[in-house]
């Protein structure tokens, strides 16, 4: 029973462009969501979090939404550069941290 | 500034052998973990240790024992390594175990059970 989905295995985005990652969850007992950001023969890296308590923040070019209703949270990434070319994780926190499987991003020349 | 380091970085096992992954921290974090990750699984949780001399299973603890032997390290153990084990081992570590208290990852130990 996966409590956090991420449902695009993969994505690809001109360089440039808007990158959008979307993440759905299960759990409403969830009260931080969090972006990690993976490069091949590397640890994940911590991007940008979210309460459950706010609907959107901000970091640079990095923004997440969240939308409790729908179980839903975003993360966009404006413009995108070459260097986004990672895996991301959607992660979300009660009790434990459950990961997402992760959406590798594409950024094209 | 070293964060996380794991040894080995790689490592080859036979099946039914034994081994010990090791992980220590240097940013005074009271809290680590370890995780596998495997193609299209991403990460899932073996053991946690939310404070020294405290330790927790996690989503997946089968097959593994942990220990907290102070508060910069946190080693994982395999007593009798299978095939079903080879996977990338992450240790991270974290201020606390609350949400707002995001962790800090090494990069990695990659395991192969023969």
């Known amino acids: 029973d996966q409590q956090v989905k991420q449902n695009s295995p993969s994505l690809s985005v001109q360089e440039g462009r808007i990158s959008i990652l979307n993440c759905d969850y299960t759990?409403?007992?969830?009260?931080?969501f969090l972006w990690y950001k993976k490069y091949p023969a590397e640890g994940p890296t911590f991007l940008i979090s979210i309460s459950s308590i706010k609907d959107k923040n901000e970091d640079g070019r990095f923004t997440v939404f969240l939308n409790k209703s729908a179980k839903h949270l975003s993360l966009h990434i404006v413009p995108s550069q070459p260097g986004d070319s990672a895996v991301y994780f959607c992660a979300a926190t009660f009790d434990k941290i459950i990961f997402g499987k992760g959406t590798r991003l594409h950024i094209l020349p | 500034n070293a964060g996380v380091t794991q040894t080995p970085k790689f490592q080859v096992l036979k099946t039914g052998q034994s081994m010990t992954l090791q992980c220590a921290q240097d940013m005074n974090h009271n809290s680590m973990y370890w995780y596998r990750q495997d193609p299209g699984m991403g990460l899932r949780l073996i053991y946690y240790?939310?404070?020294?001399?405290?330790?927790d299973k996690g989503e997946v603890p089968n097959g593994y024992n942990v220990s907290r032997l102070n508060k910069r390290e946190f080693s994982l153990r395999l007593e009798s390594a299978a095939p079903s084990q080879t996977s990338v081992y992450f240790c991270?570590?974290?201020?606390?175990?609350?949400?707002?208290?995001?962790?800090?990852f090494g990069d990695g130990t990659r395991l192969s059970i023969l």
């Open positions: 240790s939310a404070s020294e001399g405290t330790t």
């Open positions: 759990n409403s007992m969830f009260d931080y």
């Open positions: 991270a570590s974290s201020e606390g175990v609350r949400g707002n208290q995001p962790q800090h």
